[in-house]
């Protein structure tokens, strides 16, 4: 599976953004898909996620409330919509997905499989 990741750009604190993951090489039914961030000398942090069953998504703490994550299945993609941005949330963000996660590792970088090339994510104070 190929990922694609796009949307990134520079916002001033208080905007909104909203980042595009487009799959190719599989459909997303039975794909669980996952936002992680990460700066630089930091680890890569979760953001958000939903599980393959559909049942569940997923939010990091700091950002519960201002970001979500939706996925158009016919077009293969998944989205993240970040609202209320802060300068705390400037990073490079990166789409992920697998087809074997389990909801109890939903939250770790190292369940994902597919990764997909980086986003910037600038917020200006």
């Known amino acids: 599976v190929q990922l694609q990741a796009s949307g990134g750009g520079l916002v001033q604190a208080g905007g909104s953004l909203r980042l595009s993951c487009s799959a190719s090489?599989?459909?997303?039914?039975?794909?669980?898909m996952g936002w992680f961030r990460q700066v630089p000398g930091k680890e890569r942090e979760f953001v958000a996620a939903f599980h393959r069953s559909r049942t569940n998504t997923y939010y990091d703490e700091s950002v519960k409330g201002r970001f979500t994550i939706s996925r158009d299945n016919a077009k293969n993609t998944v989205y993240l919509q970040m609202n209320s941005l802060k300068p705390e949330d400037t990073a490079v963000y990166y789409c992920a997905g697998s087809s074997s996660i389990i909801t109890s590792s939903i939250r770790s970088s190292n369940a994902y499989r597919d990764w997909g090339q980086g986003t910037l994510v600038t917020v200006s104070s």
């Open positions: 090489g599989r459909t997303f039914s039975g794909y669980s």
